[in-house]
């Protein structure tokens, strides 16, 4: 069976959806094609499943990609203000965490269900289990799946990362970017719990579920250097928390970080004025400013022979320059975003069009375009899918 459309979109994410809203409001023929059996299957899982669906503070400075310019035309012409009027006019209740990040009062199924009402509105045609075998291109666009053939003069790839291959992503995108001759910024894991080597695992990760408010810093040797103040917290296997998952967007393997454990706390402050100085008193001036139980093993590890001022200068900056190497991320099973990806270099700023293979558009995480933590991603989705619907 043949279905012709004017647009065929690939992938019901955040980004696939948006697209096929805004190509669907300007009378566009659209069909979104999905191989999983529901629509936004990220979206649901995403914050804690109530969605932190943008960041009122976006701004291209909080985007990583090969050209760091490539993010602001679009990102500029549709903002968090448009999405939150999105939100208003369907009623969804949400509100401001930390940082200017916005979720959902109640469930990330709000932001699914309204892009779905959206879609209906606009005659869009979603196709789930859709799985697409083929993809040619001959005066148009044809897609064959198990069932069915789709033509249309446009293709839009929405097709998502390699993070968290359980709810589905594949690589799809990227091979049919290099089947159209169109390069790729290698992928990694970004937003990705830290693994620590055996040494460093042994004396810290007994110590699972620890969490401490830290500053930490990538490129320390360089100008270069990035920086995040938020939660850090010792797992099992390493080190998480949101400072951690930022960082590791900037971190490369054999890269130390540095972490400051006690942000513009005077740690010894406590041992400093005692009358007497000891390991006791130590451990109780140490206690107050970080977690009872990292204080007591910072100072197992960290106690100096002697209690003189020196040697407390000496664990006042220990604490505040802690330098540990990871050995690895956990990898794209635990990366909330993967990093690199369709080339911007590629790519119309403006339409997220193809400069090579007129019709063929990229949009959304398979673009070398990383937002932080934060609902920066899902605002590059929604940036990057109006982008695009509104010019296919």
């Given amino acids: 069976?043949?279905?012709?459309?004017?647009?065929?979109?690939?992938?019901?994410?955040?980004?696939?959806?948006?697209?096929?809203?805004?190509?669907?409001?300007?009378?566009r023929r659209v069909a979104v094609l999905e191989h999983a059996d529901r629509i936004g299957k990220k979206i649901l899982i995403?914050?804690?499943?109530?969605?932190?669906?943008?960041?009122?503070?976006?701004?291209?400075?909080?985007?990583?990609?090969?050209?760091?310019?490539?993010?602001?035309?679009?990102?500029?012409?549709?903002?968090?203000?448009?999405?939150?009027?999105?939100?208003?006019?369907?009623?969804i209740p949400y509100h401001e965490?930390?940082?200017?990040?916005?979720?959902?009062?109640?469930?990330?199924?709000?932001?699914?269900d309204m892009l779905e009402a959206e879609c209906r509105q606009a005659a869009v045609q979603i196709f789930l289990s859709s799985k697409v075998r083929e993809v040619q291109r001959t005066t148009e666009f044809v897609l064959?799946?198990?069932?069915?053939e789709?033509?249309?003069?446009?293709?839009?790839?929405?097709?998502g990362g390699l993070s968290i291959p359980k709810i589905g992503a594949t690589a799809f995108g990227y091979d049919l970017a290099r089947q159209f001759g169109l390069k790729i910024i290698p992928t990694r894991a970004a937003l990705a719990p830290l693994v620590l080597g055996a040494e460093d695992r042994n004396h810290y990760c007994d110590q699972t579920g620890v969490s401490a408010e830290v500053i930490v810093s990538s490129n320390i040797a360089s100008s270069d250097h990035h920086s995040f103040r938020e939660k850090m917290l010792i797992t099992h296997k390493g080190l998480s928390g949101p400072a951690i998952l930022q960082i590791s967007s900037y971190w490369s393997a054999g890269q130390p970080i540095r972490i400051d454990l006690a942000p513009e706390r005077d740690v010894t402050a406590a041992i400093r004025e005692a009358k007497v100085r000891n390991l006791a008193v130590a451990r109780s001036?140490?206690?107050?400013?970080?977690?009872?139980?990292?204080?007591?093993?910072?100072?197992?590890?960290?106690?100096?022979?002697?209690?003189?001022?020196?040697?407390?200068?000496?664990?006042?900056?220990q604490v505040h320059e802690w330098i540990v190497?990871?050995?690895?991320?956990?990898?794209?099973?635990?990366?909330?975003?993967?990093?690199?990806?369709v080339d911007t270099d590629e790519l119309s700023a403006k339409t997220m069009e193809s400069r090579k293979v007129p019709g063929l558009f990229f949009i959304g995480e398979v673009v070398d375009v990383t937002g932080h933590l934060g609902g920066f991603n899902f605002q590059w989705a929604w940036a990057s899918g109006a982008a695009a619907g509104r010019a296919v």
Avoid at 1 to 27: P, Q, S
Avoid at 150 to 159: C, E, I, K, N, Q
Avoid at 286 to 307: F, K, S
Avoid at 331 to 337: F, L, M, P, R, W
Wanted: proline share 5%; with cysteine.
């Fill in 1 to 27: 069976m043949t279905h012709k459309f004017d647009v065929l979109i690939l992938g019901a994410g955040a980004a696939g959806l948006m697209c096929a809203i805004e190509a669907g409001k300007r009378g």
């Fill in 144 to 148: 064959h799946t198990d069932g069915a």
């Fill in 46 to 91: 995403s914050g804690g499943g109530r969605c932190n669906f943008t960041n009122i503070h976006c701004r291209p400075e909080n985007f990583i990609s090969a050209n760091p310019h490539f993010a602001k035309s679009a990102l500029a012409r549709y903002t968090p203000a448009d999405f939150i009027a999105l939100i208003e006019k369907h009623r």
């Fill in 97 to 112: 965490k930390t940082l200017g990040q916005l979720f959902c009062d109640g469930s990330a199924h709000d932001i699914t």
């Fill in 150 to 159: 789709f033509r249309a003069p446009v293709l839009v790839v929405a097709t």
């Fill in 325 to 341: 190497t990871p050995v690895d991320t956990e990898g794209y099973a635990k990366a909330e975003v993967t990093a690199g990806g």
């Fill in 285 to 317: 001036g140490l206690q107050q400013v970080l977690p009872n139980r990292l204080a007591g093993r910072w100072l197992d590890l960290h106690a100096p022979g002697t209690w003189s001022n020196q040697a407390l200068e000496q664990l006042e900056r």
